[in-house]
């Protein structure tokens, strides 16, 4: 990395926190709203960047995909005053399910990721669905399974 470069990156985030603690000289927003931005999803995305940069550490996909999807949860609550968290607390289990995924993904595609991250995703979808007002899909996809085994069973 070049002089050049390494005095590039402090300046870009300095300017992104200048514009942040502008934002509510101009907009409703409070700067303590952030607070997701610089304790969750700032360092998720360095986990991330860490793991673009050595594509060897597929490990560091775990802690920032989790800390990502957490602040972006908890901005968005933020933002509409923690109304929506009794329906959307399923999402803290989605996080790991997704962090599995991604070192699936982007790792070395070791099948013994997919087991929880697949149990993960799964239970946090059946959730999340489960608690909003979309709770008649699961019946629905049931029938729909139900009868594609029976055909799949006749056709054999």
Do not use: C, H
């Not at 989790?66 to 972006?72: H, K, S, T």
């Amino acid at each position: 990395m070049t002089a050049q470069n390494r005095s590039l990156i402090p300046g870009i985030l300095l300017i992104v926190v200048g514009l942040l603690l502008l934002i509510p000289n101009f907009t409703d927003l409070r700067t303590r709203d952030f607070w997701p931005l610089f304790l969750l999803i700032g360092p998720g995305v360095v986990f991330v960047a860490l793991f673009f940069a050595n594509r060897e550490n597929y490990g560091l996909l775990m802690p920032g995909t989790i800390l990502i999807v957490v602040g972006l949860l908890l901005s968005y609550s933020v933002y509409t005053d923690w109304q929506e968290m009794r329906t959307l607390w399923p999402v803290f289990i989605i996080a790991p399910g997704l962090g599995f995924m991604m070192m699936y993904l982007f790792g070395k595609r070791e099948k013994g990721l997919l087991v929880p991250g697949g149990i993960l995703l799964g239970v946090g979808v059946v959730f999340l669905i489960g608690l909003s007002s979309l709770s008649y899909i699961w019946p629905i996809a049931l029938i729909a399974i139900g009868l594609f085994l029976i055909i799949k069973a006749k056709r054999s």
